[in-house]
Nanobody, 124 residues
Framework: QVQLEESGGGLVQPGGSLRLSCAAS????????MGWFRQAPGKEREFVAV????????RYVDSVKGRFTISRDNAKNTVYLQMNSLKPEDTAVYYCAADMTYGLKYSASEYDYWGQGTQVTVSS
């Protein structure tokens, strides 16, 4: 099993930046693909980004391509989401998730472990 804890959320003006972190417990972090999802009020949880266990392959939802970067440090059991050029529509609770099964996954239902989420608010 793995336990996840997000941090780094907050209030930022449009055009600003934030870096989210997700710290994982357990010795097998490097075996998990890691995903970031977000959920805005009244909306379903949405895929944002995923990174393979080695960190070589990443994928993003179209709306964040070129603005967000997912990365990981397996030595620190941590995955990051660097968010630049933030827009009001990026406002949501952001969750990290872990999955050990084969292949990239883009649906929240396919991830086994979740953090508690961190609020990101983009507003002037």
């Amino acid at each position: 099993q793995v336990q996840l804890e997000e941090s780094g959320g907050g209030l930022v003006q449009p055009g600003g930046s934030l870096r989210l972190s997700c710290a994982a417990s357990g010795r097998t972090f490097s075996s998990y693909k890691m995903g970031w999802f977000r959920q805005a009020p009244g909306k379903e949880r949405e895929f944002v980004a995923v990174i393979t266990p080695s960190g070589v392959i990443t994928r993003y939802v179209d709306s964040v391509k070129g603005r967000f970067t997912i990365s990981r440090d397996n030595a620190k059991n941590t995955v990051y989401l660097q968010m630049n050029s933030l827009k009001p529509e990026d406002t949501a609770v952001y969750y990290c998730a872990a999955d050990m099964t084969y292949g990239l996954k883009y649906s929240a239902s396919e991830y086994d472990y979740w953090g508690q989420g961190t609020q990101v608010t983009v507003s002037s």
